[in-house]
């Protein structure tokens, strides 16, 4: 089989996958396609030399820092590409020549044949002189080619100082795979993210499949550009690798159904949102409106009655709900209502949590479906530490929550840090939504949806939206989506897309500085109203 270096930012390929799982089936699917390693290597090569021009087409010249493994190796047929067209090459080794071996060894090999002599290898360079080597360099491209996917754990201090100077010069990275430094199953990288102990490169290219860590969490600080070269071989070891991770995109989306000609407001919901403490309408404001705006046909608001006035000004759309527990249990609205959303300016007051007691008994004893965000999460873990009972009632309603909480929300649902959320956001978005019977939404770059088995990578949005409200815009757009696509999880991912693709739109417009959570409501409906 003749192997084609293909290049594709296509959403076709949709599956993602672990380190493990790549570096335990890649080459017996190579072999059972006919396709031995050492070929692999050139055409892995091919892809990444053939990016680098479409990327740089004016370069001249190359700087290749190669590890001792397959991706050292990749590096080399990098180098000998760019050595034939013409470019100025230099390769920088971070081992010695004899700790090369196997198909790397013979990349080095060839290289060596073809009469390549500008080699700097760690053997004739002390670890004091790192940085000197990579700073002198004053070529166009800096080619990271250290380490692959079987990364994982800490970098040692020498290879710190190979990334860092990496990172301090000015020259554009293109990395091998994956940034070397970054863990390509959880996307962590060890240490303060300020500490920078990973590869921060401007364009990353990826073999066969995609994985998962390059997808979410710290990989966004690293990864720049992120491009699948399928090699061939992505649907054929796709369909001998099963996963439960995807990612999600405009491609596979489900659509929002439309409305009959005969439809009235009753016919397109009632949500009751919860939320607005004292202090704090802006946030169920946001909720109600961006339901609105995805088409619920009426939404009612319960919040503090000095937030009244200002959470209808403007939007006289918006009905009011009573404001206590008490007194909303008894309403017709509560008891017409079939979703809820919850926690947005809830606040922590007894108020709150009467509030939250209420929903929680409902959804238990109605069948009521659920969407909690921030206070409500909060409320929502101080409970489950006290109450064993409502520990299993939770067990027994399954996908009848969804909880969408950031990383300190996580880490406080789980009992844990945020740092161990960030270390493994697989595992704790699966962790939540098995604790809790839930589908959970873990919030950040590359948002996860998990059911408690199947994850989704949400692949829309963009760093503006690290803004006040846009987390409560989300929950009405979920709470919406809910009451119209009948699977609550392919609901929970569909609206995911459409608040990040709101985003990419009014970035994409003005830019992500100044970006609101208000300006995503435009957008917000004319993705609701799109044709699939």
Partial sequence: MKLTP??????????????????ENEAQVAQAQGIGLYELMKCAGEAVFKALLMQWPNAQSILVVAGKGNNGGDGFVVALLAYHAGLQ?????????????????LAYQALITAGMKDFISYSNSCKENVAFHIARFGGDIIVDAIFGIGFKGSLSVVMQQFVMAINQHDAPVISIDVPSGLCATTGSVFGDVLEKQAVIAQLTITFIVYKQGLLTGQAANF????????????????????????????????????????????????LLAIGGGVGMPGAIRLTSEAALRCGIGLVAVCCAKENQNIVLNGRPELLLAASDAENLAKSSLFKKTKVFACGPGLGLD???????????????????????????????????????????????????????????????????SVAEIEADRFAAVRAIANKFGAICLLKGAG???????????????NAGMASGGMGDVLTGIIAALVMKIPNIFDATCTAAYIHGAAADIMAHRNGQIGLLASDLFVPVQQLVNEKQ
């Avoid at 090459?89 to 060894?105: F, I, M, P, S, Y």
């Avoid at 009521?368 to 299993?392: C, P």
């Avoid at 948002?447 to 949005?461: A, E, P, W």
């Fill in 6 to 23: 293909s290049l594709t930012q296509s959403d076709s390929f949709t599956s993602a996958y672990s380190a493990q799982q790549v570096l």
């Fill in 223 to 270: 990864v720049g550009q992120l491009q699948l070269a399928s090699l061939g071989l992505n649907q054929c070891f796709s369909r001998q690798v099963i996963t439960s991770i995807t990612y999600y995109c405009q491609g596979n989306r489900e659509p929002v159904p439309k409305r009959l000609a005969s439809s009235h407001k009753g016919h397109s919901g009632l």
């Fill in 350 to 416: 007894d108020r709150a949590k009467l509030l939250l007691n209420l929903l929680i008994e409902t959804s238990v004893n109605k069948n009521k479906i659920m969407v909690f965000d921030a206070d409500a999460l909060t409320l929502l873990s101080h409970n489950v530490r006290d109450s064993n009972t409502l520990v299993e009632a939770i067990r027994h309603k399954v996908s009848q929550w969804v909880l969408t909480p950031h990383p300190k929300e996580a880490a406080s649902l789980l009992a844990c």
């Fill in 447 to 461: 948002t996860l949806i998990s059911d408690g088995n199947l994850v989704m990578i949400n692949r829309s949005g």
């Fill in 89 to 105: 090459v230099n390769v920088l080794l971070t081992c010695e020549v004899n700790q090369l071996k196997g198909d790397a060894l």
